[in-house]
């Protein structure tokens, strides 16, 4: 998979999760991934197309983005988490804030940005 493959699908991945939280949010969901992609040794397509990790993948039959100026937004987070450091402190989950999934019971809890938690092993 090239860069722009990768990019693509980050800023997908960025869009269909967060584009209503604020930058800091879109950049933590945008590390999740990535942070996937390392531990796993994935490309991002992988990472984001792994059944039942991504609420949108299995949810959505249209992926196509319909909103262009939040769409321009989540590029943007996406290029500044290729070219910036973790600051989640290796988070590889997270969920919104209103929920408690079981599993993240058995994970350490990072912080929260915007209206996601996030998690580590």
């Given amino acids: ?14 869009y269909h999760e967060a584009r209503s939280e604020p930058p800091i949010g879109q950049l ?9 992609a390392i531990q796993n040794n994935w490309n991002i397509e992988e990472v984001v197309r792994e059944p ?6 299995f949810q959505k039959k249209n992926y196509v983005p319909t909103e262009a100026d939040a769409f321009m937004e989540c590029l943007q987070s996406a290029m500044y988490a290729l070219t910036s450091e973790d600051f989640t402190g290796g988070a590889t ?5 209103d929920l408690q999934p079981e599993w993240s019971d ?8 915007g209206v996601h938690k996030f998690y580590r092993d």
Avoid at 1 to 14: A, Q, S, V
Avoid at 52 to 57: D, E, L, P, R, V
């Fill in 1 to 14: 998979m090239g860069f722009l493959e990768g990019l693509f699908w980050l800023t997908l991945n960025i």
């Fill in 28 to 36: 933590a969901v945008a590390h999740v991934t990535l942070n996937r």
């Fill in 106 to 113: 058995d994970l350490v809890y990072v912080a929260q940005y």
């Fill in 93 to 97: 989950f997270y969920h919104r804030q």
């Fill in 52 to 57: 039942y990790q991504f609420s949108w993948i």
